[in-house]
């Protein structure tokens, strides 16, 4: 028999695969889930026995969440990574990790195929399509949902047909959970216009009144919350989630362009996500340069565009990473978030590499390392040429 590995997650999509894959193709397969952050133990359990009872050969459960964040999450926290200026990518570098774990898998296996679950409406098909022709050139992919132009309908009645028991009722909500912030989508989603009900979101708001972080950040990374330092940056992230989602904040809609052309709404909350970039940021503004801010940005904007559409092998990826790795040796620091009911606000930073230091004076008050004959020289050169420009203009138009 032929080897097939399926990506799965154990909804419909993906419980459709294994019987069709198996029962009507003839395929051994093998499915394996890869942990971004979204499982817990007893889900991914659940998830285990579901694979097997449907008549898989073999199921995986690949725990990515410290890699997820080496490979990506840190790179779009280097960058301060908002797609749009709103959202954190939180499914877009997702797929991309899990794609690159089951394509792993596959060379492993020495599989003849590989299969995911992903319909042709949306980004997913592609970012695993790439990935998996870039990682095992040639191999077959096979894409059951995609191909067949099945409705949800279609697939449950298949379903049934073959005896499968799971249940078939639709969430109002689709949920995609994982370290870097959880996607919601429902109707109101679908259109230009609408907000998501208090009672779509996976995270309720129990805290209320105002509270304080302090996030420590050492060359970029956040190692410590409120002095309560992390071995790895990835539980510090979710530690922070646990303090920060109960306030609601990081909740929005984004619009965007998705990799097909169309235009696409999803909610997202992100509390820990949104809450790191804003202090990472305000961190950056304090103990970079103005040209190091200036190009972090064009680059880092390419970065996260790049990474959205699945360009995630592109090895310009690699050098704008040794960049942004470079421009973080002296993004160390505590940073002060003031957290309140959907909202939070970055109170201010301590720094030993702070570039506002009192030492060189202050700002609109008083100045220590130059004089006021120095400013009066600098701006006669600094505007040179700009001023020559303008007595040739004149001296041509009389």
Same mark, same amino acid.
């Given at each position: 028999?032929?080897? %097939?590995? $399926?990506?799965?997650?154990?909804?419909?999509?993906?419980?459709?695969?294994?019987?069709?894959?198996?029962?009507?193709?003839?395929?051994?397969?093998?499915?394996?889930?890869?942990?971004?952050?979204? &499982?817990?133990?007893?889900?991914?359990?659940?998830?285990?026995?579901?694979?097997?009872?449907?008549? =898989?050969?073999?199921?995986?459960?690949?725990?990515?969440?410290?890699?997820?964040?080496?490979?990506?999450?840190?790179?779009? %926290?280097?960058?301060? %990574?908002?797609?749009?200026?709103?959202?954190?990518?939180?499914?877009?570098?997702?797929?991309?990790?899990?794609?690159?774990?089951?394509?792993?898998?596959?060379? =492993?296996?020495?599989?003849?195929?590989?299969?995911?679950?992903?319909?042709?409406?949306?980004?997913?098909?592609?970012?695993?399509?790439?990935?998996?022709?870039?990682?095992?050139?040639?191999?077959?992919? /096979?894409?059951?949902?995609?191909?067949?132009?099945?409705?949800?309908?279609?697939?449950?009645?298949?379903?049934?047909?073959?005896?499968?028991?799971?249940? &078939?009722?639709?969430?109002?909500?689709?949920?995609?959970?994982?370290?870097?912030?959880?996607?919601?989508?429902?109707?109101?989603?679908?259109?230009?216009?609408?907000?998501?009900?208090?009672?779509?979101?996976?995270?309720?708001?129990?805290?209320?009144?105002?509270?304080? %972080?302090? $996030?420590? &950040?050492?060359?970029?990374?956040?190692?410590?919350?409120?002095?309560?330092?992390?071995?790895?940056?990835?539980?510090?992230?979710?530690?922070?989630?646990? /303090?920060?989602? !109960?306030?609601?904040?990081?909740?929005?809609?984004?619009?965007?362009?998705?990799? /097909?052309?169309?235009?696409?709404?999803?909610?997202?909350?992100?509390? !820990?996500?949104?809450?790191?970039?804003? !202090?990472?940021?305000?961190?950056?503004?304090?103990? $970079?340069?103005?040209?190091?801010?200036?190009?972090?940005?064009?680059?880092?904007?390419?970065?996260?565009?790049?990474?959205?559409?699945?360009?995630?092998?592109?090895? =310009?990826?690699?050098?704008?990473?040794?960049?942004?790795?470079?421009?973080?040796?002296?993004?160390?620091?505590?940073?002060?978030?003031?957290?309140?009911?959907?909202?939070?606000?970055?109170?201010?930073?301590?720094?030993?590499?702070?570039?506002?230091?009192?030492? &060189?004076?202050?700002?609109?008050?008083?100045?220590?390392?130059?004089?006021?004959?120095?400013?009066?020289?600098?701006?006669?050169?600094?505007?040179?040429?700009?001023?020559?420009?303008?007595?040739?203009?004149?001296?041509?138009?009389?």
């Amino acid at each position: 028999m032929k080897k %097939v590995v $399926l990506g799965f997650s154990g909804g419909l999509d993906t419980t459709f695969c294994v019987k069709h894959l198996g029962e009507d193709k003839g395929y051994e397969v093998h499915s394996v889930i890869v942990n971004t952050g979204g &499982f817990s133990e007893e889900e991914l359990k659940k998830i285990e026995a579901h694979a097997y009872k449907l008549g =898989v050969k073999t199921h995986t459960t690949v725990d990515a969440v410290k890699g997820y964040y080496d490979k990506m999450i840190k790179y779009l %926290v280097f960058g301060n %990574v908002l797609k749009n200026n709103t959202y954190p990518l939180s499914v877009s570098a997702e797929r991309l990790v899990q794609a690159l774990h089951i394509a792993e898998h596959a060379k =492993v296996l020495k599989a003849d195929a590989v299969a995911h679950g992903s319909t042709g409406a949306g980004n997913d098909q592609v970012r695993f399509d790439m990935v998996f022709n870039i990682v095992l050139p040639g191999i077959e992919i /096979i894409t059951p949902i995609r191909d067949l132009k099945l409705s949800r309908e279609a697939e449950i009645e298949y379903l049934k047909g073959k005896g499968v028991e799971m249940n &078939f009722e639709k969430a109002a909500y689709s949920i995609n959970k994982g370290l870097w912030g959880t996607s919601v989508g429902g109707r109101e989603t679908l259109s230009s216009k609408g907000l998501l009900p208090e009672e779509a979101w996976p995270t309720q708001v129990t805290k209320k009144g105002a509270e304080e %972080v302090k $996030l420590h &950040f050492e060359k970029g990374e956040l190692t410590a919350v409120n002095d309560k330092t992390f071995a790895h940056s990835a539980e510090a992230i979710q530690y922070l989630q646990t /303090i920060a989602g !109960a306030y609601g904040v990081g909740r929005d809609i984004h619009v965007g362009d998705t990799i /097909i052309g169309i235009k696409g709404r999803v909610g997202f909350e992100a509390a !820990a996500p949104m809450v790191i970039i804003k !202090a990472h940021h305000a961190l950056e503004k304090h103990v $970079l340069t103005k040209w190091q801010l200036s190009w972090k940005d064009n680059i880092a904007n390419f970065y996260g565009n790049w990474m959205h559409e699945g360009q995630i092998m592109d090895p =310009v990826m690699r050098d704008i990473e040794a960049f942004l790795q470079s421009s973080q040796a002296n993004v160390t620091g505590d940073v002060f978030v003031q957290l309140q009911p959907y909202y939070f606000q970055v109170i201010g930073i301590e720094s030993k590499y702070d570039l506002m230091n009192s030492k &060189f004076g202050k700002y609109g008050e008083m100045n220590n390392g130059w004089t006021g004959e120095d400013v009066r020289g600098f701006t006669k050169i600094f505007g040179n040429q700009t001023a020559m420009f303008h007595m040739v203009k004149e001296s041509n138009e009389q």
